[in-house]
């Protein structure tokens, strides 16, 4: 009697489990995702770093960058849902090759981006893996493995590293987090969240028209363009994005699923 009781309790207790663990997940043959939202209050941090860096960075003038990625960024948000989304996209002066998304919407582009991006198809690529992140929820997911207490960390370091702190001073900003009773999350996605943003990153490039095929072309500049630099020189997307070649070989393994999907326009 006593043993029943408790065996009905199981299910319930896993489904609370299950439920403050805010999974996400990816299915890469059907391409359904099932993502919790991002919470408010990552919600409304991210909204609120974007507001300072722009009173912060340099915005770009260039026409010709400003054009591309707001046409890039009408055809991804037409295939895109993010609940309350308030999608702005921007172009930051800054030679790091760099994007970075933030949860509410917010993209940010980096001038120096463009060398690699080279062409629309390119710059869907990058936008595509980073709004992945963001639909997949990988920030709060980081958030909550750390310990609960380290919300907005995450973003303090995503925030840090595109203005184009150095490792020290991050390294001191998050000792200071540490101090505040938060945890340093300097840390890249891990390979699974890396490998569900690649793929379904692509789909939305492909569903918004662009040639997933560009996606692998585009790794592999980046790729090129980190060897030649070195290590050392590694900006924070390389290394918060470890780029190696099983990552692109899983990335054509998805290729043939993601070319279903693409709608030439
Ligand atoms: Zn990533």
Redesign the pocket.
């Known amino acids: 009697m006593r043993f029943q009781k408790f065996s009905a309790l199981v299910p319930a207790v896993l489904a609370l489990v299950i439920v403050s663990c805010a999974v996400s997940s990816f299915d890469p043959n059907t391409g359904e995702v099932r993502a919790s939202a991002s919470s408010s209050s990552l919600v409304s941090q991210g909204i609120r770093e974007f507001d300072k860096m722009k009173r912060e960075k340099r915005i770009s003038q260039d026409p010709a960058h400003n054009a591309q990625v707001q046409r890039v960024a009408s055809h991804l948000k037409s295939v895109i849902q993010i609940p309350n989304a308030r999608w702005e996209f921007v172009v930051f002066e800054d030679p790091t090759p760099n994007a970075f998304a933030l949860p509410g919407g917010k993209v940010g582009v980096h001038t120096g981006l463009f060398q690699i991006t080279q062409n629309d198809a390119g710059l869907a690529a990058v936008l595509g893996?980073?709004i992945a992140?963001v639909v997949l929820n990988h920030s709060q997911q980081r958030v909550n493995q750390a310990t609960g207490v380290a919300l907005g960390t995450v973003l303090l370091d995503t925030v840090l590293s595109a203005n184009g702190a150095d490792k020290s001073t991050r390294a001191v900003a998050a000792t200071g987090a540490a101090a505040a009773g938060t945890v340093g999350l300097i840390l890249p996605?891990s390979r699974k969240?890396?490998l569900q943003?690649?793929q379904l990153g692509t789909l939305y490039m492909a569903r918004a028209g662009y040639n997933p095929e560009e996606s692998i072309k585009l790794w592999e500049r980046f790729s090129a363009w980190r060897i030649k630099k070195g290590e050392s020189e590694s900006p924070e997307f390389l290394r918060?994005?470890p780029l190696d070649q099983s990552r692109i070989l899983a990335l054509k393994n998805f290729l043939p699923t993601a070319q279903r999907e693409y709608k030439p326009r």
Request: net charge negative; proline share 0%.
């Open positions: 893996h980073e992140h996605y969240a890396e943003s690649d918060t994005h």
